[in-house]
């Protein structure tokens, strides 16, 4: 046993699990410290995770005490700052898992110098990916733009590697404090009350979302491929908030996933989600540009508008389209949005607004417990157009037909429109169609704020200018 003391740096590794970083530092000392770098710049625009961050701390903070390792929280402005400190002391070993961000993979090269030349022994592992972004390029050595060979390729990779050995965290001699001035994880929750809707839907820990996942592929797995495009019906995994902090590795969900034989549409398809998760993270390290900019330069030119009021109506759900409402309110009230509504709110922001994608990623990013810039810059620019393999842009939603198609019976709409709830089938995608005394638009719900027909034509046209 190395009498140093084991060192394990956490971000987005909330788990026993498949944590290497942490099961090595346990395995080769007696007294193990768990830190957590808080920067509150990271958080600023992302509110909503505070909430699930906090709690994940608080919850991890249990169960590691019953290894006999602290957990300490220390709030910092810069982590080179922090890591100077450490090179003057001589009495620790360093251990993390790799995040999957350009910013963070760059930190990890200096972090490396740095401790190498405090002559610190330390060690970094594979993160919460399926494949190491660099495993997976065309022949030619160059990245993969399209999914569908990206996934091709990668899934084939996976399969034919030696599967890691499973291995697990073992108890310490006893616990240790190590830093100083540490601060409790209540002191992240964001200042307003507003993430007490979450407290009623999420609990993040490990032992739920393992839970989740057993019972996604026992009840819902078989008619993924159908049942995920209904917002009505819990057909989804709902685990995206999970993966995103770590509290499951994307390795655990592939092995259970396919304990379940036969493998069939509905694996592949959630399989496939993985892939893209994959994918969006080898696009932003590849193509960094594309975290702050348009993935395809000709978007530059874009004549996006600017219209604070159109805006705040898409963020409040006060738009006049109920899908595209009801799916900005479950947003708002949980911390998570179905994905096929994503599709409808993200394509009604840029085309029947023509509001840039980047005030709705952002506004995304601060509600959604699941924000990953990988996904959530991805998935923005496929709705756009601009993105990598994405959707063209003159695939428009229409509202009213994706609500008909995928909410028939207004289900969805009635749950979070509690307006609408005396509505028929017949009126609860176009409300403007009603002509009783027991609803009225304007008093009870907007207007439209756009017509659909018009605002397509517009958006058409405007594509045309690039």
């Known amino acids: 046993m190395d009498k140093k003391i084991g060192l394990f740096w956490l971000r987005d590794d909330f788990r026993f699990a498949k944590n290497d970083g942490l099961i090595e530092a346990t395995k080769n000392h007696d007294q193990v410290v768990v830190f957590y770098l808080y920067k509150e710049d990271t958080y600023k625009n992302q509110e909503a995770q505070k909430w699930w961050l906090s709690k994940s701390?608080?919850?991890f903070e249990k169960k590691l005490n019953n290894f006999n390792i602290n957990l300490e929280i220390i709030k910092t402005n810069s982590f080179k700052v922090f890591f100077d400190k450490i090179v003057d002391k001589k009495d620790v070993s360093i251990y993390w898992n790799k995040v999957y961000e350009p910013d963070y993979l760059k930190f990890d090269e200096y972090l490396f110098k740095s401790l190498k030349k405090g002559n610190i022994s330390h060690k970094r592992y594979k993160g919460n990916v399926l494949n190491e972004i660099d495993e997976i390029k065309k022949n030619d050595g160059t990245p993969f733009k399209v999914f569908t060979p990206f996934w091709r390729n990668a899934e084939k990779y996976y399969i034919e590697k030696i599967p890691s050995k499973y291995k697990k965290i073992k108890k310490c001699y006893k616990k240790i404090n190590y830093f100083k001035n540490c601060i409790s994880p209540e002191r992240i929750l964001p200042k307003q009350n507003w993430f007490k809707n979450f407290e009623k839907t999420w609990s993040p820990e490990e032992q739920v979302a393992l839970k989740e996942l057993q019972n996604f592929i026992n009840e819902k797995i078989n008619n993924y491929s159908e049942g995920r495009n209904f917002p009505n019906i819990s057909g989804t995994s709902k685990l995206s908030p999970f993966i995103k902090f770590?509290?499951?590795?994307?390795?655990?969900?592939?092995?259970?996933?396919?304990?379940?034989?036969?493998k069939n549409i509905g694996?592949?398809?959630?399989?496939?989600?993985?892939?893209w998760r994959e994918f969006n993270h080898a696009l932003i390290n590849h193509f960094p540009h594309m975290l702050k900019n348009n993935y395809s330069k000709k978007f530059d030119n874009f004549p996006w508008e600017k219209n604070s009021k159109f805006l705040t109506a898409w963020k409040k759900g006060l738009t006049g389209y109920p899908i595209v409402d009801a799916g900005m309110r479950e947003l708002y009230s949980t911390g998570w949005m179905h994905n096929r509504v994503r599709m409808?709110?993200?394509?009604?922001?840029?085309?029947?607004?023509?509001?840039?994608?980047?005030?709705?990623?952002?506004?995304?990013?601060?509600?959604?417990?699941?924000?990953?810039?990988?996904?959530?810059?991805?998935?923005?620019?496929?709705?756009?157009?601009?993105?990598?393999?994405?959707?063209?842009?003159?695939?428009?939603?229409?509202?009213i037909l994706q609500g008909e198609k995928f909410d028939k019976e207004g289900e969805y709409v009635k749950k979070w429109l509690p307006?609408?709830?005396?509505?028929?089938?017949?009126?609860?995608?176009?409300?403007?169609?009603?002509?009783?005394?027991?609803?009225?638009?304007?008093?009870?719900?907007?207007?439209?704020?756009?017509?659909?027909?018009?605002?397509?034509?517009?958006?058409?046209?405007?594509?045309?200018?690039?």
């Open 57 to 59: 701390l608080s919850n």
């Open 246 to 262: 770590g509290q499951i590795h994307v390795e655990t969900i592939w092995n259970e996933c396919l304990k379940k034989k036969p």
């Open 267 to 275: 694996t592949t398809k959630f399989l496939a989600e993985i892939g």
């Open 344 to 399: 409808i709110v993200g394509s009604f922001l840029v085309k029947h607004l023509l509001i840039d994608w980047k005030d709705g990623e952002k506004y995304f990013r601060n509600c959604l417990l699941d924000y990953s810039p990988a996904s959530n810059v991805a998935g923005w620019q496929w709705v756009a157009g601009c993105g990598a393999d994405a959707a063209p842009y003159f695939r428009i939603f229409n509202p």
């Open 419 to 466: 307006e609408l709830e005396n509505l028929s089938k017949k009126y609860i995608h176009k409300p403007w169609e009603y002509e009783g005394e027991k609803f009225k638009l304007g008093r009870d719900y907007p207007f439209p704020i756009v017509k659909h027909e018009e605002a397509r034509a517009k958006a058409l046209s405007a594509f045309k200018k690039i």
